[in-house]
């Protein structure tokens, strides 16, 4: 549909949002009703994304640390962009699978018709600023307004539709003199408002901050949801997201009866022997910025460092994506392979890398990273 959003206080990009939205509508909720136990197999899991060639990952994610899929089970036939859910024993490197089921194929994007398809005005963008100021009077503390769930533009139509959780009538004066003489859609029937969905947001942020869920960068307010994309969920996160009736949840992996502490190290195709610093968990948004040096080894500390070729001496550390391993090649030269394999560099190669500087100290106290060789750095790129 022709629109688009008005972000007035976004909570993490759009696209990743409506990404996030469309694989949660795509699924209904798995785990709970697996009959399935840990064992000398692995820990019992279920498994929801896409497959990939290397294996399974996260639906938004074509290429990843993948989980090598086992097993006596036929898998069945999934077409491009769909999901897949797979139950069984996972431990650390494949799983084994006891079931498997397709769920059904999402779309991507959001609808920005108008609520109202009586209406069409000839114009009237240039109210939208007002609109937003009567709006943001009921919200000087830029908490989320307390009545109105969403508001957004219709292109085809010209119209503004304002969507209400309560109290609509109370709004309306105001609103309809902010919009003359276009006319402005104004409908109430919004399960949450703006400033509820705010709030089971944050809550969400604090269980990640808590460690009780793992997020794995998409998630956000949506119109009348908070979509939430989790690298890793066990029963007892299910059951805090439950307490929050607005959240919509999907894990990559759920643990079916461990504590997130018990899941298996990741564990890629190669073993590496020089120290490097991973990501925990496979992010699907990522820091912008670029990085241009040239990678270095250092054989006394035995890890991998950037330089950006200055001559000021000063090292970089690497975050690299879960899975990543380096070891020397048969001529002794330090290799960086990705999980599945696949060479990402040598050492003293110049490489361009994506992402922004953290402090490495600071992801080290979080345990946000797996590693502790810093290799001498104080900030790191990932």
Do not use: K
Not at 42 to 70: F, H, K, N, S
Not at 214 to 237: F, H, I, K
Not at 238 to 250: E, N, T, Y
């Amino acid at each position: 549909m022709a629109g688009r959003v008005l972000a007035r206080r976004a909570l993490s990009p759009a696209a990743a949002i409506a990404l996030v939205a469309a694989m949660l509508a795509a699924c209904t909720e798995h785990g709970g009703g697996r009959q399935l136990a840990t064992d000398e197999r692995g820990v019992a899991v279920v498994i929801t994304g896409r497959m990939t060639e290397d294996g399974m990952c996260p639906w938004m994610l074509e290429a990843c640390a993948a989980i090598a899929v086992q097993g006596d089970v036929e898998l069945p036939v999934v077409a491009a962009g769909q999901m897949l859910s797979l139950s069984g024993w996972y431990d650390g490197r494949r799983l084994l699978v006891e079931d498997a089921e397709v769920l059904q194929a999402p779309t991507v994007g959001v609808d920005f018709t108008s609520m109202c398809p009586q209406m069409h005005n000839d114009g009237g963008s240039e109210a939208m600023a007002t609109v937003l100021q009567v709006l943001d009077g009921a919200d000087p503390r830029g908490e989320g307004h307390p009545d109105v769930a969403a508001v957004w533009w219709d292109d085809r139509s010209q119209v503004i539709t304002v969507w209400f959780a309560r109290n609509m009538e109370q709004h309306r004066p105001a609103l309809e003199a902010a919009a003359a003489p276009a006319e402005i859609c104004l409908v109430d029937g919004a399960p949450y408002s703006e400033r509820e969905l705010r709030s089971q947001w944050e809550r969400v942020r604090d269980l990640v901050d808590a460690g009780e869920v793992v997020l794995d960068g998409g998630s956000g307010a949506g119109r009348d949801t908070v979509d939430v994309a989790l690298d890793v969920l066990d029963q007892a996160g299910r059951a805090a997201l439950a307490d929050l009736p607005a959240v919509r949840a999907i894990a990559f992996i759920e643990l079916l009866d461990r504590p997130l502490d018990d899941l298996p190290p990741y564990r890629g195709v190669r073993n590496g022997t020089v120290d490097v610093l991973t990501d925990t968990n496979r992010p699907t948004e990522f820091m912008a910025a670029l990085f241009e040096g040239f990678l270095r080894y250092d054989p006394d500390l035995n890890c991998l460092y950037l330089d950006d070729g200055g001559g000021a001496g000063d090292r970089m550390a690497v975050i690299w994506p879960l899975g990543t391993v380096a070891a020397p090649d048969g001529s002794g030269r330090v290799i960086v392979y990705t999980a599945n394999g696949g060479v990402v560099a040598s050492d003293g190669d110049r490489i361009a890398l994506g992402g922004g500087t953290v402090d490495v100290e600071r992801l080290l106290e979080r345990g946000s990273v797996i590693g502790t060789n810093t290799c001498g750095a104080s900030e790191a790129w990932g």
